[in-house]
């Protein structure tokens, strides 16, 4: 059985075949991944190695969205190359979670899509085109790591082309969303779009904020812009802060 995703999906000109999943797993090859159960796991629940896939948390008998339960540390999806190549094309969709989805530190991964899901946050530090929508969470950050030093292999370039959209985003512990910079970097956070979001107990800057950091006042600010950082759309947004709106 083959499928496609809807149009706007990162994978939409590729056909990949369904398959139905009913426990924790590695996922190591393309494919269309659909849950056909609640899952309970210690630790990460599903570990996605390759490029060109969708997990898809809706039964495809029910209709209903399957919850992914996390004891312990770990992510309900966690995304990891084995190598320096980059993984792409990678949706994430209809789940809903008591943990984060996340990748690997070290590893580039690019064009992910999380919709239509619940989950406490997203964390893709240096990775382009991540773009989250009609989903709840709790916080995302997708920060370039600096390293210790400019050799440092840890070191990522700063994100590019994040879209953020008609989301609800719950917290007050750290930013909702992280662009930074350092000398080491050969290019600067741009083309990012947040857009239609409600925001909740989060400090509403945009701010320009060089590498030293950003964090005054004990608020947590909702967006961290590094210097020269441009072409960012930030619209129609509504930030209630103490329960009250902030215009």
């Known amino acids: ?34 849950l056909n159960t609640d899952l309970t796991q210690i630790g990460t629940c599903f570990t996605i190695t390759s490029s060109d896939v969708v997990l898809d948390g809706r039964d495809a008998i029910t209709g209903e969205k399957h919850k992914i339960s996390i004891t312990g540390s770990g992510n309900a999806v966690s995304i990891e190359s084995s190598s320096r190549r980059a993984l792409e094309n990678i949706v994430i969709k209809n789940l809903i979670t008591d943990a984060g989805i996340g990748k690997q530190y070290y590893r580039q991964v690019n064009s992910v899509t999380i919709e239509d899901s619940d989950f406490t946050n997203a964390w893709f530090p240096g990775s382009d085109d991540v773009t989250i929508r009609n989903s709840n969470f709790n916080g995302l950050n997708i920060v370039a790591g600096e390293g210790s030093n400019c050799a440092d292999p840890s070191i990522m370039d700063p994100p590019l082309g994040a879209m953020i959209i008609n989301n609800t985003i719950v917290g007050d512990a750290g930013s909702m969303v992280v662009f930074t910079a350092s ?33 005054s006042s004990g608020h947590s600010k909702t967006f961290y812009f590094a210097a020269g950082s441009s072409d960012n759309i930030i619209k129609n947004n509504k930030i209630i802060v103490s329960g009250k709106s902030i215009p």
């Open 1 to 34: 059985q083959q499928a496609t995703p809807i149009e706007g999906e990162a994978i939409e000109q590729v056909q990949l075949k369904v398959k139905p999943i009913s426990s924790c797993q590695v996922i190591s090859n393309p494919g269309y991944y659909i």
């Open 183 to 215: 000398d080491c970097f050969q290019r600067v956070s741009t083309r990012h779009v947040i857009e239609n979001n409600t925001i909740i107990n989060y400090w509403p800057y945009a701010d320009d904020c060089g590498t030293s950091g950003c964090i």
